[in-house]
């Protein structure tokens, strides 16, 4: 078991970590209460023909060895495919420790992070805007990149002021707003509610255009460009419309 295999690593490194989450099964999943801080492992594994990728942070060429996520609160902040057991023990020590993302990176080169998580470090982002960050950074570090239509929606939704004090929340590539959000320190922010919802919802691909509906399935509009569909929402909150 990989828990097993860096308690090995740990102990010859004279490295104490503490026990793994034995909630999860075939990974490696350290917790810090006090602090906030998770680090989650996941062993090596050879490409099988015709699965899904595994996501990277960041994706390319550096993917292989043991996949290791650093998170604080419910955020993932950094990671990277580390190839040696040694370098991933040290990067979970570090991290647990309380140490800061340059120090980490310096103990552990393989890891990697986007400037937005230096900027939270430093002051810490606002809800809303920490869940923007959150989205945005997936469409760098994670498969969502390939879903370029996806992506240009939100980027082109962030853009705007009136959506960007919103929560975005995305489901089947399509991007709704709230009102609402509730962050939780035992799952990944972005969460929001449902029951908050405001304004109309984004579709990259409402029949190889982009649509505007309602939560009803009624369809406002279908336009050309992002920008467009994204106005269309405006629009709608500028009038007072709701999802009605």
């Known amino acids: 078991m990989i828990g097993d295999q860096l308690r090995r690593t740990a102990e010859g490194l004279g490295v104490v970590l503490p026990e793994p989450d034995p909630a999860f099964s075939g990974i490696a999943k350290y917790g810090d209460e006090g602090t906030g801080r998770q680090v989650t492992v996941l062993p090596p594994c050879e490409p099988i023909e015709g699965s899904r990728r595994r996501e990277t942070y960041p994706p390319g060429e550096q993917d292989g060895g043991f996949w290791t996520a650093l998170g604080s609160h419910g955020v993932t902040m950094a990671g990277g495919w580390i190839a040696e057991p040694a370098e991933v023990v040290r990067a979970t020590a570090v991290w647990l420790s309380g140490a800061g993302l340059a120090e980490t990176r310096a103990r552990a080169p393989r890891i990697s992070f986007r400037p937005w998580a230096l900027a939270h470090e430093q002051e810490p982002l606002g809800a809303v805007e920490l869940v923007w960050q959150v989205k945005l950074d997936s469409l760098h570090t994670s498969q969502r990149g390939r879903f370029t239509r ?71 509009g279908r336009t050309e460009s992002p920008e467009e569909a994204v106005a269309l929402v405006v629009a709608g909150l500028s009038e007072g419309l709701g999802l009605v």
Do not use: K, M
């Open 150 to 220: 996806h992506g240009a929606l939100l980027t082109a939704a962030y853009a705007q002021p009136a959506l960007r004090r919103l929560t975005p929340i995305t489901s089947h590539l399509n991007v709704w707003f709230t009102t609402r959000i509730e962050p939780s320190d035992n799952r990944q922010v972005g969460f929001g509610h449902w029951g908050g919802l405001v304004g109309c919802g984004l579709f990259p691909h409402d029949e190889r255009r982009y649509g505007v509906r309602r939560s009803s399935g009624e369809l406002v």
